[in-house]
């Protein structure tokens, strides 16, 4: 029979959170049971949670930044064991076989992929995520959490992480690169590090100076106010790269024009309204813009690798959440932009019910 777990949930669409004793599975040959020590506050869990973007599952517990130890692995499991430190991220399971899966998207998964929450998996069964004390996932979903890297700090690169790793890496940070970020945010601090550590000059671009020491602090060489006409005005055609983290309605050409002959700008924000870009503005200057989405498994396991190796963690804020109250709270402080840079919820403070 299926076990339970305390765990946090929301029963309808602008509720406040409850706790529960959230049923998980019992283990397949192929699961591995994850006590949860600490859950990232991702943004995607507030516009799921809040039916922001539609087709939401209530009672639905959220969270996809999850960090842990195994507790309990099934009879065919050979990638981890009782004690290891692990993670989970945005899928639980693809069906292995699509070209997408054989290529290490499982992201793109053809069947299509199961994400961690608010997803029904194969079984027909609704996902519920890291939001709680304990997670069952198959092995193939679950990544090693490397020394080096505290669990609290290591939650959020399971998104925040390789959604900036995976771009950088695919157009070419590094040495002799200039590369800007859009936001200094949960996503934006992650990449302003990311590119610093992979040895790019990094520049962050934000609507006021209010966190230029901060980006600084962060690997950041040099700090513009978009607000300032005459700062941007100087910038243009000043960088290969630039990463758009934030979800705000942009005037996307003006920053098609900081860009180089040849560059991209790289968009991992989700704004409710379409961008608006004067053909134009890509075309002089052979310009790019594109999108992307997480990682695959082994692309996270190597941007957890990269992180460990460069001592790179999130930036967090611990929660304490034996008041569920408290992560509706931390909620609103994310839709305000009023944290530095993830809040991190310390799973053992739910309450048992």
């Not at 507790?71 to 004690?83: L, P």
């Not at 900036?164 to 992650?190: D, E, F, N």
């Not at 600084?216 to 910038?235: V, W, Y």
Request: a negative charge; one cysteine or more; glycine letters at 10%.
């Amino acid at each position: 029979m299926p076990h339970t777990a305390p765990a946090l949930s929301l029963p309808s669409a602008g509720a406040p959170f409850e706790a529960v004793a959230l049923e998980r599975r019992d283990l397949r040959d192929d699961d591995v049971l994850i006590d949860v020590a600490f859950a990232g506050i991702c943004h995607s869990d507030i516009h799921t949670g809040r039916d922001e973007w539609g087709a939401a599952h209530y009672p639905l517990t959220p969270g996809h930044e999850i960090a842990g130890t195994v507790a309990a692995v099934g009879s065919a499991v050979t990638r981890h064991k009782v004690g290891d430190r692990v993670g989970v991220g945005c899928l639980v399971d693809s069906c292995t076989e699509c070209e997408n899966c054989k290529n290490g998207q499982e992201m793109f998964c053809t069947k299509p992929s199961v994400g961690t929450y608010n997803s029904k998996g194969y079984d027909g069964e609704w996902t519920a995520g890291g939001y709680a004390q304990q997670v069952v996932v198959t092995e193939r979903m679950v990544v090693s959490i490397p020394e080096g890297l505290e669990l609290d700090v290591a939650a959020p690169l399971l998104c925040a992480g390789i959604t900036t790793y995976s771009p950088l890496k695919r157009w070419g940070a590094g040495p002799g690169r200039r590369v800007a970020v859009i936001g200094v945010g949960g996503l934006g601090h992650m990449a302003v590090k990311i590119a610093a550590a992979m040895g790019a000059e990094v520049t962050t671009l934000s609507r006021s100076d209010a966190k230029a020491a901060d980006a600084i602090e962060l690997g950041a060489s040099r700090h513009i106010a978009t607000s300032d006409a005459a700062a941007m005005k100087a910038a243009r055609a000043s960088f290969d790269l630039i990463i758009n983290t934030v979800s705000a309605d942009l005037d996307m050409a003006q920053y098609l024009r900081l860009l180089r002959a040849n560059g991209v700008l790289a968009n991992v924000g989700l704004p409710n309204e379409p961008y608006s870009v004067p053909p134009f503005a890509l075309i002089g200057g052979n310009k790019v813009l594109t999108g992307s989405n997480i990682g695959g498994i082994a692309e996270t396991q190597e941007m957890l690798d990269f992180c460990a190796e460069h001592g790179l963690g999130s930036t967090i804020e611990l929660l304490d959440a034996s008041d569920p109250a408290a992560v509706d709270a931390a909620w609103d402080r994310v839709v305000a932009g009023d944290v530095r840079y993830r809040v991190v919820i310390d799973t053992a403070t739910i309450p048992q019910v």
